[in-house]
């Protein structure tokens, strides 16, 4: 049951960290380098709408809502590949060091 919980704690803190980072990575580059939606972004919806049968969502209105979406999940996911590369590097070191030290 110990085991469980812990499991449960380290997947909410990892969603927790994962959400603040994404977004604030989001806020970033949407502040710092987005003052319009990219001509690439902007094709590249409209060839996703199109092309699922979303017609009727290419309204400007909502295709730069659908970009700041699009940056926000995109943001989202390279911090959870980040964070959790980095956590099985830092298990390895951690286990590595603890059996060379006789420890573990």
């Keep these: 049951?110990?085991?469980?919980?812990?499991?449960?704690?380290?997947f909410a803190a990892l969603l927790l960290f994962v959400n603040y980072c994404?977004?604030?990575?989001?806020?970033f580059i949407v502040y710092r380098y987005m003052y319009e939606m990219p001509d690439w972004m902007h094709a590249t919806l409209r060839f996703?709408?199109?092309?699922?049968?979303?017609e009727d969502?290419?309204?400007p209105?909502?295709?730069s809502?659908?970009?700041?979406?699009?940056?926000l999940m995109i943001c989202?996911?390279?911090i959870a590949i980040v964070v959790i590369t980095l956590y099985r590097i830092a298990m390895r070191f951690v286990r590595r060091t603890l059996n060379s030290?006789?420890?573990?």
């Excluded at 709408?49 to 979303?54: A, E, F, P, R, Y």
């Design 61 to 63: 209105d909502d295709l």
């Design 22 to 27: 994404g977004t604030r990575l989001a806020n």
């Design 1 to 10: 049951m110990k085991r469980y919980i812990w499991i449960a704690a380290k």
């Design 65 to 71: 809502v659908l970009a700041l979406l699009s940056t």
């Design 101 to 104: 030290s006789g420890q573990g």
């Design 76 to 78: 989202w996911i390279i």
């Design 57 to 59: 969502i290419r309204d």
């Design 48 to 54: 996703v709408l199109d092309h699922t049968g979303n």
